[in-house]
């Protein structure tokens, strides 16, 4: 299976022609968080409607810069990972969106024990599982893909306890937009795409044998 995944949108499609054949080609797409610009659903509705244009395997979650509206519209479609978890073949794709506090008081934030309980509740409908896909919108903490840009880790204690614990194949991370790399935790390959504007996107490819997962550039 072929996965393709990106996120932090905040509705600029641009990038999308260019992703057009790269989108085609994927079994499925995660759009990771941060749809809109701190709105709603007549925002959220564009983007992911250009998405499924491309292809119609589609799963997302709302981020820390998009309404409880995106949460909601994204229930009502059948795609939300926020809180929830979807078994495809061997893999097994959960979530928590919104975001950790920060000092900007944007439109979505929960606690860690929010991030934690969700984490718990998606995991639980896939762990049986071979390969464990986790999408958490806040990056896990003190990581190459939580280090905003004076060099202080501001990641999610909880998404971190949580892969320590339970240990997925591959954490799918967003949120801060200056961190795009990868890194491990254990033997958990954690990544984070950056903005979608800047070209960049994750690949993750799996088969009966192996799981790998990598940070890509359009270019």
């Given at each position: 299976m072929?996965?393709?995944?990106?996120?932090?949108i905040h509705e600029d499609i641009s990038r999308l022609s260019q992703m057009k054949q790269i989108i085609e080609s994927a079994d499925l797409v995660i759009i990771s968080g941060d749809i809109t610009n701190c709105h709603?659903?007549?925002h959220a509705e564009p983007v992911l409607s250009a998405v499924k244009k491309l292809n119609n395997q589609v799963y997302a979650q709302y981020g820390n810069m998009d309404t409880q509206?995106?949460?909601?519209?994204?229930?009502?479609?059948?795609?939300?990972?926020?809180g929830k978890g979807y078994l495809i073949e061997n893999v097994?794709?959960?979530?928590?969106?919104?975001?950790?506090?920060?000092?900007?008081?944007?439109?979505?934030?929960?606690?860690?024990?929010?991030?934690a309980?969700?984490?718990?509740?998606?995991?639980?409908?896939?762990?049986?599982?071979?390969?464990?896909?986790?999408?958490?919108?806040?990056?896990?903490?003190?990581t190459a893909i939580d280090r905003i840009s004076n060099g202080m880790h501001v990641g999610s204690t909880a998404a971190r306890n949580f892969i320590e614990q339970h240990k997925p194949h591959v954490c799918i991370s967003g949120h801060i937009h200056e961190a795009k790399g990868k890194d491990k935790i254990g033997d958990t390959v954690v990544l984070n795409a950056g903005m979608f504007r800047d070209g960049w996107y994750i690949?993750?490819?799996?088969?009966?044998?192996?799981?790998?997962?990598?940070?890509?550039?359009?270019?």
């Open positions: 072929k996965i393709i995944s990106f996120g932090d709603g659903k007549k509206e995106v949460n909601s519209y994204l229930t009502d479609t059948g795609v939300n990972l926020h097994g794709i959960f979530g928590c969106g919104a975001s950790s506090p920060t000092p900007f008081n944007t439109p979505s934030e929960i606690t860690e024990d929010e991030i309980a969700n984490l718990l509740k998606g995991f639980n409908m896939i762990k049986d599982a071979q390969w464990k896909i986790m999408v958490c919108h806040t990056p896990p903490k003190d690949e993750i490819d799996c088969n009966e044998k192996t799981c790998s997962a990598n940070v890509r550039s359009i270019a």
